[in-house]
C-alpha cells in the first residue's frame, strides 16, 4: 500500500475538498444514519446501560492510573502461557519486531486481522520494505488496500466507497493480489462478500505467519481478546503456526471477569448488534490448537505521552467503538480522510494531538479546532470519555504552544481588555462606535429579525466576516441611552 | 530474537513518571449489572434466530435425529472427540490439515454455554467441541445447546468460563457489515449455523 497520511493538509483545509465530493457525502450519510438507528435499538435494550458506562469508565481508570503494574503482570502471565513478550517505544521499533519474526520464518507472506495499532505504526509499509506482503483480510480493509486507498472510519475503514465502487475495485485490483474476482460480480453486497471469500480462502489455508491486534489484554489471565464479523480473525488466530499480536499498552484490563462489562458495551456501541459474530478468546499457546509459537508486541508509540496529560489520558480508555464517528455532525459531513490519521471523528481530534503533542505540526494542531462541541460524541462514548472537555483543553494547549506571536486575536484581545477596563476608555469607545454607526447609515444587509449587519470587511478582518455575521455598530450605546432616557419609554 | 529489555524500562518508567503526581486511590468500579435476573431459555432460542440462524428446540432423546435432518444433503461431516450424541458416518478429527477440513461439508458439535440476551454460543474447545479450526474452515456447522446451558446474560457466561482456555463466542453465521453498513450473512466463517436446543 503506498497511500500515506503523511504530508495531508489542515483539517479546514482538507474538509473543504471532502464537502465538495457529494457522492462520499451520500454514502456517509447513508452509512452513518443506519448505524445510529441500530445502536439506539439495542442500547435501549439494556436498563443498565449508564452503570455499564460508569463500570467500564473506572475499570479503565484504574487500570490507567497502575499501568506498570497492570503491564508487568500481562508480561509474567503471556509468558507463563508459553508466549514471547516484546516491548516497543514506537512504531519502529514494533514493525522490526514484526518483521525479525516473519524474516525467522522465511516467509515473504503474513495474514493480517484488522487493527489499528498495526495501521497506525505502518506495519504494512515497513514489512514491504523488508519483501513482506501482508495481507489484509478484514474486507473493508481489503477494500481499502486493493484500492490503494485510506482508511476513513475506525471500524469500518471504506465507509467511503459504496457498493458500486467495490464491485469497481474488486474487479480491477484482485487479480493483482491472488485470485481474480468472478467476472460476473454484481453489486449485491452478498456477491461481493462471496468474492472476497474466494480471494482469501486460498491466503488463509497457506500463510504461516499471521499478525493481529487485541481489543483487549488480560493482564492477570494473560488472555487476549479479538473482537470480529467476518471469521477472517478466526482464520488469522487459528490457522497459522506463528501469531505475532502488537497490542497498545492501554488495552490491558485487569481481571478476566472485567470482561463482562467491554463484551456488552462493545458490540452495541460499535455495529449495534446485541453480540459480534465472532469473539476469540486465548491465552498464550494451546498445545494441539492453534499457532505454537505466539508472540505479543507491548506498544507505547505516544500512549505514555497522552497518559501523562491530566485532562486527555481518560482518551486512553477508548475501546475503538467508532460510535463517536456515527453521531458526530462534522465527521458525517467530511469523512475521515480530512483528519489526515487512522484515528478520525472525535476521538481522533483528541488522540492524534495527545499521542503526538501539540506544537509539533500544524495538521495535528488543527484537530482539536474539527468540532462544533455539541457532545453528541460523550453521550454516545461506551466508557464516557469527555472528549468535548478534552478538545477545549487541547484548544488552549495549542495556543499556548503558539505564544508568544503579536496574532491579530491577540492585538484584538488586548485591545478590549484596555477598553473594558476603564469606564473612560469605554465611554470614548462607544461613542466612537455610535459615530461609525450612523456613518454607515443603510450600509450591509439586513438580518432576519430586523438586525443589520456589515457586510465583508477587507483587510485580516475578512477572515472573520467570511464565515460569521458582523452586526453594524449601533448608533447609541446602551449607557449613552440610559443617560438621555433614564430608561423611561422613549 | 532481539532484545527489548531496554525498551521495556523505558516505557514503564515513562508510565511511572506520567502518573507521578495523579491521585491513584482505587474508582470504585459498580457492579450493579451483574444481578442479571432469571434464564429464559425461550427468548435464547429467538435471539439466536434473529442473526438468520436456523434454530430446532427439541427433547434430548430426539436430539440424533435433529442431527440427522440437519445433515441432510451434506457430504462430509467432522464430529470431534468426545461428542455425545452419535452421528451417522461421521469422520473423527484425526489430525486433518486445513486444507482437509477445507474438504469437509459440515461439523457437528456441542457448546460450552448459551447466553440468551445476546443470543450467543460459547465454545471452550475442550471435548465434544474440537480445536477451534473445526467449527471454522467448514461451511456448516451444527452445534447442540442444552437447555441446562443457557445462562441469562454475558456476565453470567463470563464468570463461568475458563480464561487460560481458548474460547470462540458465535452468534449467528459469519456476517459483516463493511458494505455500507448493511449486514449481509456469510463471510469466512460457517455460513449456515443451525442450533439445536434441547432439553
Known amino acids: 500500500m503506498s497511500a500515506t497520511f503523511v504530508g495531508m493538509p489542515a483539517f479546514p483545509v482538507a474538509a473543504r475538498e471532502a464537502l465538495a465530493n457529494s457522492q462520499q457525502r451520500r454514502n456517509l450519510a447513508h452509512a452513518t444514519s443506519t448505524i445510529r438507528a441500530k445502536r439506539a435499538a439495542v442500547v435501549a435494550e439494556v436498563d443498565d446501560w449508564e452503570q455499564l458506562r460508569l463500570a467500564g469508565a473506572a475499570i479503565k481508570d484504574n487500570t490507567l492510573l497502575h499501568l506498570d503494574e497492570q503491564l508487568l503482570r500481562l508480561e509474567e502471565s503471556l509468558t507463563a502461557r508459553g508466549a514471547t513478550v516484546h516491548w516497543a517505544r514506537d512504531a519502529a521499533e514494533a514493525c522490526a519486531v514484526v518483521a525479525e519474526v516473519a524474516r525467522g520464518h522465511g516467509v515473504d507472506e503474513v495474514v493480517k486481522v484488522k487493527s489499528m495499532a498495526t495501521v497506525e505504526i505502518g506495519l504494512n509499509d515497513a514489512l514491504a520494505a523488508e519483501g513482506i506482503a501482508a495481507w489484509e483480510t478484514d474486507l473493508a480493509e481489503l477494500i481499502v488496500q486493493l484500492g490503494d486507498d485510506l482508511p476513513s472510519h475506525i471500524l469500518v475503514p471504506a465507509i467511503h466507497r459504496n457498493r458500486a465502487e467495490i464491485r469497481e475495485i474488486f474487479l480491477r485490483h484482485m487479480a493483482e493480489a491472488g485470485r481474480p474476482a468472478p467476472a460476473d460480480l454484481t453489486d449485491e453486497p452478498a456477491r461481493l462478500a462471496e468474492a472476497a471469500r474466494l480471494h482469501l480462502r486460498e491466503k488463509f489455508l497457506r500463510a504461516k505467519v499471521a499478525v493481529s491486534g487485541a481489543n483487549f489484554a488480560v493482564a492477570d489471565s494473560g488472555t487476549l481478546v479479538v473482537v470480529e464479523s467476518e471469521g477472517n480473525g478466526r482464520m488469522c488466530l487459528t490457522l497459522p503456526e506463528v501469531l505475532v499480536s502488537v497490542v497498545g499498552i492501554e488495552k490491558v484490563v485487569p481481571t478476566w471477569a472485567d470482561l463482562d462489562v467491554f463484551l456488552q458495551l462493545l458490540p452495541r456501541s460499535s455495529t449495534g448488534e446485541r453480540m459480534n459474530p465472532y469473539t476469540s478468546t486465548w491465552a498464550g499457546v494451546t498445545p494441539g490448537d492453534g499457532p505454537q509459537e505466539v508472540h505479543v508486541v507491548l506498544l507505547d508509540n505516544g500512549r505514555t505521552r497522552a497518559l501523562a496529560d491530566e485532562v486527555g489520558r481518560q482518551a486512553l480508555r477508548c475501546i475503538r467503538c467508532s460510535a463517536c464517528l456515527n453521531v458526530c455532525p462534522v465527521y458525517e459531513r467530511t469523512g475521515g480522510h480530512a483528519y489526515g490519521s487512522v484515528y478520525p471523528g472525535p476521538i481522533g481530534a483528541i488522540l492524534n494531538p495527545l499521542l503526538k503533542g501539540v506544537g509539533v505540526d500544524a495538521q495535528t494542531d488543527s484537530l482539536p479546532y474539527a468540532s462544533s462541541l455539541c457532545g453528541a460524541c460523550f453521550e454516545a462514548c461506551p466508557v464516557r470519555i469527555d472528549i468535548p472537555s478534552v478538545l477545549v483543553d487541547l484548544r488552549a494547549q495549542v495556543v499556548d504552544a503558539h505564544r508568544p506571536s503579536a496574532k491579530p486575536e491577540a492585538l484584538a484581545m488586548r485591545a478590549a481588555a484596555a477598553a473594558f477596563g476603564s469606564g473612560a476608555r469605554l465611554g470614548a469607545l462607544e461613542r466612537l462606535s455610535g459615530l461609525a454607526g450612523r456613518l454607515l447609515g443603510s450600509r450591509g444587509r439586513t438580518a432576519p429579525g430586523g438586525r443589520r449587519l456589515l457586510g465583508r470587511v477587507p483587510g485580516p478582518g475578512a477572515a472573520w466576516t467570511d464565515t460569521r455575521d458582523l452586526p453594524r455598530p449601533p448608533a447609541e450605546s446602551f449607557r449613552a441611552w440610559w443617560s438621555r432616557t433614564g430608561g423611561r419609554d422613549e | ?199
Open chain 2, 1 to 199: 530474537m532481539s532484545d527489548t529489555s531496554a525498551a521495556r524500562e523505558e516505557i514503564l518508567s515513562r508510565v511511572r513518571s506520567a502518573v507521578s503526581g495523579a491521585d491513584r486511590s482505587p474508582v470504585t468500579v459498580p457492579r450493579g449489572y451483574r444481578a442479571t435476573g432469571p434464564v429464559d431459555v425461550g427468548l435464547f432460542a429467538e435471539r439466536v434466530a434473529d442473526y438468520r440462524a436456523t434454530v430446532v428446540r427439541c427433547a434430548l432423546a430426539e436430539v440424533p435425529d435433529r442431527i440427522a435432518q440437519a445433515l441432510t444433503g451434506r457430504g462430509r461431516v467432522l464430529v470431534p472427540e468426545g461428542f455425545a450424541w452419535p452421528v451417522r458416518g461421521a469422520v473423527p478429527d484425526d489430525g486433518l490439515t486445513s486444507a482437509d477440513l477445507d474438504a469437509v461439508d459440515a461439523v457437528v458439535t456441542g457448546a460450552t454455554v448459551g447466553i440468551a440476551a445476546t443470543g450467543t454460543i460459547v465454545l471452550s474447545h475442550g471435548p465434544g467441541e474440537g480445536r477451534r479450526a473445526l467449527t471454522l474452515v467448514p461451511d456448516v456447522h451444527v452445534c447442540v445447546v442444552r437447555e441446562d446451558q443457557v445462562v441469562a446474560d454475558v456476565p453470567d457466561a463470563v464468570a463461568m468460563l475458563d480464561p487460560a482456555r481458548p474460547t470462540t463466542w458465535v452468534s449467528g453465521p459469519s456476517a459483516t457489515s463493511d458494505i455500507e453498513l448493511d449486514r449481509v450473512e456469510g463471510v469466512h466463517g460457517p455460513r449456515t449455523l443451525h442450533v439445536i436446543l434441547a432439553g
